[in-house]
């Protein structure tokens, strides 16, 4: 694909410079949102760093160079990113998403922020806390997320660019609403509206209305959608300074997904072979 030559275009969040498109870190780990069988079939896939890196090779030639994914409990992701660095002499940005204890006591304090310190230790640029986290910390009737501030201090202290991985929007709302010490956010959003708290429409509103860029997650809805639907849609409705984040299995569908978003990007049809098929119309042949 000659048009992948082209590096991927960028964005600015807290002052570094990321690429638009996020390698996502689902269909590494073996989080499929499918079934059992997926999950094991995607860990067994990708056992090993040397074939993680294989792919990260494909995103970090065609200049995507960042990766999002919980990384502390995950030393052989991190090892992959290394390797892949290594392969290519690119350097990778680290958005790590770490669950971390948001009980209101002294203890739990001290546990979150070893876990933060983890995330600057191993290598990220910029810390999300986990949404299983800091949703337990919103308030809708005051429109707030308690103590949040103390957490984005801990990221700040460990040289760290704050940020929130958000399922709700309304994290992102109260977030801008409060000024809150937050550089980006999370918001799923694909053109099913799987996994999404409230309407396609709504969430639309969300990302164009936030005060900082968004990274917008689950673009095919975990696989159901094509790529060529799913990515087509997210990149022609969300602002330039926001992110896709993609999960991939194999550096073929690295590849796909590059050339599929920069035809997008770029007001062209992606280059693409035809699927596979026992039996192609005249229409469908390539």
């Known amino acids: 694909m000659d048009k992948m030559e082209a590096l991927f275009p960028r964005t600015n969040v807290g002052g570094v410079s990321l690429s638009r498109m996020i390698i996502g870190t689902n269909w590494i780990l ?8 997926a999950d094991n079939l995607i860990r067994h896939k990708n056992s090993s760093p040397q074939v993680i890196a294989d792919m990260l090779e494909v995103f970090l030639e065609a200049g995507v160079d960042t990766i999002m994914g919980p990384f502390v409990d995950n030393p052989h992701l991190v090892e992959a990113v290394r390797l892949a660095e290594d392969r290519t002499g690119k350097g990778m940005i680290i958005i790590d998403t770490p669950i971390i204890n948001v009980d209101d006591n002294a203890e739990a304090r001290k546990e979150a922020e070893r876990v933060i310190a983890n995330s600057g230790k191993l290598g990220a640029t910029l810390c999300l806390p986990h949404h299983t986290s800091v949703e337990q910390l919103v308030n809708k009737n005051k429109k707030t997320i308690e103590r949040l501030p103390d957490y984005l201090k801990m990221i700040r202290d460990h040289g760290m660019i704050p940020g929130l991985s ?3 929007p309304e994290l992102v709302i ?12 999370i918001q799923i959003y694909n053109c099913i509206g799987f996994l999404m708290q409230v309407e396609i429409e709504y969430i639309h509103k969300v990302i164009w209305n936030a005060k900082k860029p968004v990274i917008t997650i689950k673009p095919m809805a975990a696989g159901r959608v094509s790529p060529f639907v799913g990515l087509t849609f997210v990149w022609h409705t969300i602002r330039p300074c926001d992110m896709v984040t993609v999960g991939c299995l194999t550096p073929d569908e690295a ?9 997008a990007l770029q007001g062209r049809p992606p280059e693409l072979k035809g699927r596979s098929s026992p039996k192609k119309t005249e229409i469908m042949r390539d």
């Not at 073996?30 to 069988?37: D, M, P, V």
């Not at 590849?255 to 035809?263: G, N, P, V, W, Y």
């Open 30 to 37: 073996g989080y499929s949102h499918t079934s059992l069988a």
């Open 166 to 168: 958000c399922h709700m």
């Open 174 to 185: 109260y977030s801008d609403l409060n000024e809150y010490d937050v550089e980006t956010y």
């Open 255 to 263: 590849a796909e997904d590059i050339e599929i978003s920069l035809a």
